[in-house]
């Protein structure tokens, strides 16, 4: 995220921002801080609450700066890798914090190795900030894009300098990016629009695909599009935004990410009924999907999990290990809701398959007559190069297993997914968006073979 205050410390509301995007990444926290003779930056790995004291976020003073919670998807969880990135240029300081994936970032890499610059982590951002400070262009707005018509793959970014705030989404528009302006006049981007509604943002507005907003030291506020020379792109968008990974309380493409995830239910209630006592969610983000099966089947909708807030989301954590401790911990069941039931269990996606099962083991340990699993999204068959860390083909259990075998796997007595027909039905079309998990068909070319740590020494 990115904030320009003016008279005010931007790094409070980045911080107060960065709370709200925690969901998002979980790995690592930081800010950056211009205050008007140089960049300030606290960086760390943990949680926002773990990475900044008071100390910190007032020794981080200024009217402008950018934050950025981290879940890898190129460059292992570890503090080199942690954002935002600041240097050094010609053009004087820049910082930049990035979220999505750079799938062509190996020729980029050999083409900055190639140039004599040294590279200190395995990140992609670390590779985007130092290509954008070596471009001649006479100012950011040109440099960012002439930069952005060489990357390919998802990039919705910010970048700090003296200058001001900029900010840019990729032109297939992956990644979600919005900006607004609060009350006090502090104008503000974050990654969704959740976290602007928290900090009291009105006039809420998506970032286009291709666009490029900036805020300059005087908070001159302006937004250009891709300019002349740019190759057009098909949109796609993320569908998974609206699965998994984005809060409910959101808006992602002029969509409600609640109404849409409620519909995903409603379309699996129609198409995979279950005779049952009770619609259950696994808290928290198949909890709208739930709501909608509950209405459309007419079972009532109620809850049996007990989740620990305390541990976060499973799915981004950075290991399979971890992911798995992850769930033994996160949850308990009530057991007086489902002794002697017939349960519906809504989950939004099943991935590598660590949640679901001892999800109804736990259900059925409890007294479950019967668990019928309902998932509110398509099989994910092939991993994403775009920004969620799926893991590779073999890691994804809808790949290596029919889906005719997974209630069985899994110990529920049915198991049915949405189709894709149907997350298309719940949004007005699939056109606009990418579904490459689920069907394969992805945006651009991608190397399928490169590894999430494939630059690591």
Not at 186 to 203: D, K, M, N, P, Q
Not at 288 to 293: D, E, L, M, N, P
Not at 391 to 418: F, H, I, T
């Amino acid at each position: 995220m990115a904030v320009y205050a003016p008279g005010r410390d931007a790094s409070r509301l980045a911080y107060y921002g960065l709370f709200a995007l925690q969901h998002r990444g979980q790995e690592s926290a930081g800010i950056a801080a211009w205050d008007g003779r140089s960049v300030n930056v606290k960086k760390s790995p943990g949680l926002v609450s773990q990475v900044f004291s008071e100390a910190d976020i007032e020794g981080l003073a200024g009217g402008l700066a950018i934050g950025h919670n981290r879940y890898s998807t190129t460059g292992s969880s570890n503090a080199r890798n942690a954002q935002p990135f600041l240097i050094d240029s010609r053009h004087g300081p820049i910082a930049l914090a990035h979220n999505g994936n750079i799938v062509n970032a190996g020729d980029i890499r050999r083409r900055l190795l190639d140039r004599g610059v040294g590279l200190t982590s395995a990140s992609d951002t670390e590779l985007m900030i130092m290509d954008l400070a070596g471009r001649g262009e006479d100012d950011w707005v040109s440099r960012i894009r002439a930069a952005m018509n060489s990357w390919v793959g998802a990039f919705s970014f910010v970048t700090l300098t003296p200058e001001g705030i900029f900010a840019a989404r990729d032109s297939w528009g992956l990644r979600p990016l919005a900006y607004g302006v609060t009350a006090e006049k502090a104008f503000v981007i974050a990654s969704e629009t959740c976290a602007l509604a928290t900090l009291g943002c009105r006039e809420i507005h998506e970032i286009a695909a291709g666009q490029i907003v900036s805020c300059d030291a005087e908070g001159r506020v302006s937004v250009t599009g891709p300019g002349e020379g740019a190759a057009p792109r098909k949109h796609a968008s993320c569908v998974f935004e609206f699965v998994y990974f984005s809060r409910p309380d959101s808006v992602w493409n002029g969509h409600s990410v609640h109404e849409v995830r409620r519909r995903f239910g409603e379309e699996l209630a129609r198409r995979s009924p279950a005779e049952a006592d009770l619609v259950i969610p696994v808290p928290d983000s198949s909890i709208s999907a739930a709501i909608g099966y509950s209405g459309a089947s007419g079972v009532p909708y109620g809850e049996a999990f007990v989740k620990n807030r305390y541990i976060g989301r499973t799915f981004i954590e950075p290991t399979t290990a971890l992911r798995k401790r992850g769930v033994s911990l996160k949850f308990n069941v009530l057991h007086d809701s489902v002794k002697g039931k017939r349960i519906v269990v809504i989950d939004d996606s099943i991935v590598r398959g660590n949640t679901i099962r001892p999800l109804v083991a736990l259900l059925k340990n409890a007294g479950a007559k019967e668990v019928h699993v309902r998932v509110a999204s398509p099989p994910v068959r092939h991993p994403c190069m775009m920004g969620v860390d799926m893991g590779q083909r073999s890691e994804l259990v809808a790949n290596v297993m029919p889906v005719a075998d997974m209630a069985k796997w899994s110990g529920a007595d049915s198991l049915a997914y949405l189709s894709l027909e149907s997350v298309g039905r719940a949004l007005g079309g699939i056109d606009d968006y990418c579904a490459a998990c689920f069907s394969g068909d992805y945006p651009f070319d991608v190397e399928m073979a490169e590894a999430k740590e494939r630059f690591e020494f």
